[in-house]
């Protein structure tokens, strides 16, 4: 099973434009938006602060006060998508990720809105959001299956990304989140396009945490991460980081297509 970040969708590039960092997402919302004044002044210190999901509440409060939530959520789609006839094509972290296991992966978990998995893999998955009740199902007959969890720009009112987003999430999400739960416990998972400061990563462990002193199971491809957050991972959330210089993102790259090259070897 496959766990997929932003950092996967960034690569790709399209009219010299690629998708957007979480904090620059929340700038390009928040013009949109149309804040001014002090409430702006807020927001600057929020993002400084690395406030990420209470910034974007007040992104989303202001936009329904100026009555600009289409306008919002219009940007949400063309800044994470691609404008209409220039949408973002997938990558060569992309090409790897369908190549990982036999007959590629059959379980993702992505939290990105945007739809380039599905184009990469020309639409074979079975997609699921957050509040779907039959992802539990497609999983159990052996379908390939993507678990958009928080939501994707073909439903844009049902995207994740305030703090009352998530709060939503943990009640209209039960089932999927239930299904996460037996999947990161019964299953070796691989996380890829995280940083370990990414808020996404650590709500997705917090909500699917481990049996506390069980041997890590899972495993994130990242940058290189300071010793007491290697430490944090394994024994509170059972990853284990496989790290690559700082910035060497063509090394992580090398590092993901051996490990599609072996998988695809072992099911030979």
Known sequence: MVVVGAGVSYNSVQGGLRPPTWVDLIR???DAAKL????????????????????????????????RLADVRRTLRDATDGP????????????????????????VVTTNYDRIIERGSDNTFQ??????????QDIRNGLPTLIKVHGSVDTLEN????????TRLSITGSHVMDVLRALFLTRTVLFLG??????????VLQN???????????????????????SMLQTSFGVTPITYPTNSHDKGLEMLEELAERSRAVGA
């Not at 995207?159 to 998530?166: A, K, R, W």
């Not at 995280?194 to 650590?202: A, E």
Request: proline letters at 5%; hydrophobic letters at 35%.
């Open 194 to 203: 995280y940083s370990m400061g990414d808020p996404d990563i650590q709500l």
């Open 28 to 30: 390009r919302l928040a």
């Open 84 to 107: 209409e006839g220039a949408h973002f094509k997938p990558n060569e972290w992309h090409d790897a990720l369908m190549q990982l296991g036999p007959t590629g992966p059959r379980v």
């Open 159 to 166: 995207t994740i990304l305030n703090q009352s987003d998530y």
């Open 127 to 136: 997609k699921h959001e957050h509040d779907s009740k039959t992802v539990g």
């Open 208 to 230: 699917v945490q481990p049996i506390m002193g069980q041997t890590p199971a899972h495993y994130v491809l990242c940058e290189d991460v300071v010793s007491y957050k290697r």
């Open 36 to 67: 001014r004044g002090e409430v702006s002044r807020v927001l600057d210190s929020l993002l400084e602060a690395y406030s990420l999901l209470e910034a974007a509440e007040l992104v989303y409060a202001t936009a329904a006060d100026n009555s």
